[in-house]
């Protein structure tokens, strides 16, 4: 039977399920910045997010490494201004 699942960014419940995200962008781990600044464990961090909230997250913060450095936790994330408003609009969809 299949479970729903709620995402991690906007904490909606969603039937379709949950994607991974990486809060550090798999392009960036072999990267010497990121392999001396964070742990293997650290890089392989994802969390679940909603179709809607991951494309709006790679829509609104194209570039991998600005990702990666400036966005690799949920609170930096939600502080975002675009995906804070985001997710206040994706909150009052179905």
Do not use: Y
């Not at 379709?16 to 961090?45: D, V, Y």
């Amino acid at each position: 039977m299949f479970k729903p699942e709620r995402c991690q960014l906007c904490g909606r419940v969603v039937r379709q399920g949950t994607t991974a995200h990486h809060l550090i962008p798999r392009s960036c781990h072999r990267n010497r910045w990121f392999q001396k600044r964070f742990t293997r464990e650290q890089m392989q961090q994802t969390v679940d997010l909603c179709a809607d909230c991951h494309r709006a997250v790679h829509r609104l913060v194209p570039s991998e490494k600005d990702l990666g450095r400036g966005f690799a936790t949920l609170e930096r994330l939600n502080a975002h201004p675009a995906i804070a408003r985001h997710i206040a609009w994706v909150r009052k969809q179905r």
